[in-house]
């Protein structure tokens, strides 16, 4: 079992930057790719990014592309996700999860951290 902790959510302006970070305990995430989703009231989640095990791998979601960096640090068992030039329309739960190397499908998931962007 992997344990996941989101934090560094908050309220922030429009144009401001933010770092949230995702914890895992339980497991070493050897072998574990991580994403980061978001869930805005009365949407459907959306991908925002994912980082392979060793990190040269990062696609990212369109809406966020050029301005999002995903990162992880294995020797902490931590992952991040440096945003820049927030928009209102990024105001979302940012919820972590991860999956098998080989596989598509995410099986942990954290409970999420809500970052507001005011306008």
């Known amino acids: 079992q992997v344990q996941l902790v989101e934090s560094g959510g908050g309220l922030v302006q429009a144009g401001d930057s933010l770092r949230v970070s995702c914890a895992a305990s339980?497991?070493?995430?050897?072998?574990?790719?991580m994403g980061w989703f978001r869930q805005a009231p009365g949407k459907e989640r959306e991908f925002v990014a994912d980082?392979?095990?060793?990190?040269?791998?990062?696609p990212y979601g369109d809406s966020v592309k050029g301005r999002f960096t995903i990162s992880r640090d294995n020797a902490k068992n931590t992952v991040y996700l440096q945003m820049n030039s927030l928009k209102p329309e990024d105001t979302a739960v940012y919820v972590c999860?991860?999956?098998?190397?080989?596989?598509?499908?995410?099986?942990?998931w954290g409970q999420g951290t809500q970052v507001t962007v005011s306008s």
């Open positions: 999860a991860a999956r098998l190397g080989w596989s598509s499908t995410y099986i942990y």
């Open positions: 339980g497991r070493a995430l050897n072998n574990y790719a």
């Open positions: 980082i392979n095990w060793s990190g040269d791998s990062t």
